[in-house]
């Protein structure tokens, strides 16, 4: 499911974080006073970060009793929320799949089984250790070790989380045709996803599709920097060349991730089944979506905060109180970091 930072496999962790610079490499500064600034700058960044996920949740309590939250996760189904769980690891397999179609365009051959046992690492890493080391440096670290180069290993995986993000999107433009009572509440929510949808695709286009111009700019690029720099430049288009006017990995890798997608959106729908939430099918493919773009905002931890508030604001129109959008949003993430929690017993046993 998605490797956003609060899902496994979507999204879950979607941000791609770099390790802080070494000290002994900057060389205006004393390296003892570097050293202590790195660690200082991570304090300041998590202390902000809990500050935003407590005044959010305060926000999304205030006149909520926590009893009703409660009382509606004690009274939720269990058969449901079973297979929601299990669905995670659909969601795994699905991802990896999605990541090995890339990697071949690379020319690695990878197992699927190491790629969906890196996925839940990288799921364990995102919602366990808030620190600058996510999901994604683990599967940047994975993608080298299956063979190919570190430039090509961010490629590859910049390269998956963009195609997943623009099938999210697009599952959201589907869902504005399908929710109109959601549309009508928040008639700016349609101009937010053609606006995403669009910067997405144009994405998605400058890395498959040869566009006339781009490698003279390179080129031109390269020419003006230093050796250091043009050599950086040319990895990179290096890397990303594996991609340009690949249509075959471009449809495959698009058909994993609306699999995936889907299979996402299943998982919210069985949550809201199992509390009773009267919410048909059809509205979760905006809700979800949207509510997963939300939480890669960089201002909580794992999304804590904005992910309550979000499915308060947007399950609302349907009726659903604030203590129901809570016990769903918090029965997903419980859900989430149990299928999670399975990643840190792989990381703990793997090689």
Do not use: C
Not at 47 to 58: D, E, M, P, R
Not at 126 to 147: E, K, M, Q
């Amino acid at each position: 499911m998605t490797d956003v930072t609060h899902h496994p496999a979507e999204g879950s962790a979607m941000r791609l974080e770099a390790p802080e610079p070494s000290p002994a490499a900057n060389t205006a500064e004393p390296p003892t006073a570097t050293a202590a600034a790195g660690p200082g700058r991570r304090r300041l960044r998590l202390a902000l970060k809990l500050a935003g996920s407590a005044l959010l949740l305060a926000w999304v309590l205030r006149g909520t009793r926590l009893a009703d939250v409660w009382a509606a996760i004690r009274a939720a189904r269990a058969a449901p929320l079973v297979l929601a769980f299990l669905l995670q690891f659909v969601g795994v397999w699905i991802s990896a799949r999605r990541w090995r179609v890339l990697l071949r365009a690379q020319g690695v051959e990878a197992p699927v089984r190491f790629l969906a046992a890196s996925f839940m690492v990288g799921s364990f890493f995102n919602n366990f250790l808030p620190s600058t080391i996510g999901g994604d440096a683990v599967r940047i670290y994975d993608s080298h070790r299956a063979g190919v180069s570190r430039t090509a290993a961010v490629a590859v995986i910049l390269v998956d989380r963009l195609l997943g993000l623009l099938v999210l999107m697009l599952f959201a433009l589907a869902g504005l045709l399908l929710s109109p009572r959601l549309t009508a509440d928040l008639p700016a929510l349609g101009l937010w996803v053609a606006l995403g949808t669009t910067a997405l695709a144009g994405a998605v286009a400058v890395i498959f599709v040869p566009l006339p111009g781009l490698a003279p700019l390179a080129r031109a690029l390269a020419a003006r920097l230093p050796a250091a720099g043009a050599r950086l430049v040319a990895k990179v288009r290096d890397a990303f060349a594996a991609y340009r006017d690949a249509h075959r990995t471009l449809g495959v890798a698009l058909a994993w991730s609306v699999a995936l997608q889907a299979n996402v959106v299943l998982f919210y729908v069985l949550v809201a089944q199992a509390l009773g939430l009267p919410v048909a099918w059809a509205n979760f493919l905006l809700i979800v979506s949207v509510a997963l773009v939300v939480t890669l905002l960089p201002i909580s931890i794992n999304g804590i905060g904005l992910r309550e508030n979000t499915f308060a604001v947007l399950l609302a129109p349907f009726g659903v109180a604030s203590a129901d959008a809570l016990a769903f949003a918090w029965l997903a993430y419980l859900l989430l970091l149990g299928g999670s929690a399975i990643g840190g017993v792989v990381y703990a046993v793997r090689r």
